[in-house]
Structures are given as structure tokens and as C-alpha cells.
């Protein structure tokens, strides 16, 4: 499932999609986390939250549900203080800066 969204989220950037880019990316946590990196899947999940609520966008209560499922997760798999620190770091991100995150650009 992480690669599909990965290869979503590539051609989402190449299209200038940025709405289902930070949807993406928050579809990419729960993939990320369940593989063992769920500070990586905090950060995205932050970037996602905080990106959407910068464009205005609320999500349908469905997805909500999902992303708070996947959230709820995290948060079990983390200690608060590293949990809120990931959160925060993602929540600084642009999307630009998220989406090579989340394709593992960002040590380039």
C-alpha cells in the first residue's frame, strides 16, 4: 500500500495537485507506521492536518474517522513528548517540503 501512495503522490505533485497531495499524505501514515517508522507517519499526519486546515478543506467524516484511527495509532506507538514533537515538525511543514519527505527526497 506505501508504494501506491507513493507513486499517487509523485504524480499528484507532477499534476500541481496540492489538495489530494496533503490528503496523500495523511494516506501514507498508516502504511508508514505499521512499517515501523511511526514518528515518520506523526510528521505526515501533522503536515496533512496542517496544510488541509490551511486550505480550507474539511475532510469528509469518513476520512476523518480513518485519520483519527490512524492518529490514535501513532500516538500508541510513540511516548507523548516524541509524538507532539513529530506532530509539530510536520505541522511546520510546506507542502512542498512534506511531499519530499514523504517520498524520501528530503536527505538530498
Do not use: C
Amino acid at each position: 500500500a506505501g508504494a501506491l501512495y507513493a507513486e499517487s503522490l509523485a504524480l499528484l505533485r507532477e499534476l500541481g495537485d496540492e489538495k489530494y497531495s496533503a490528503m496523500n499524505l495523511a494516506g501514507m501514515a498508516g502504511p508508514i507506521a505499521a512499517g515501523g517508522y511511526p514518528q515518520a507517519a506523526a510528521r505526515l499526519l501533522g503536515a496533512s492536518e496542517a496544510l488541509l486546515e490551511a486550505m480550507g478543506i474539511v475532510m469528509h467524516p469518513v476520512e476523518r474517522s480513518e485519520i483519527d484511527r490512524d492518529v490514535a495509532a501513532v500516538r500508541e506507538q510513540l511516548d507523548e513528548a516524541t509524538f507532539e514533537a513529530a506532530w509539530a515538525e510536520g505541522r511546520a511543514m510546506s507542502l512542498e517540503e512534506a511531499v519530499a519527505y514523504a517520498l524520501g527526497e528530503d536527505a538530498k
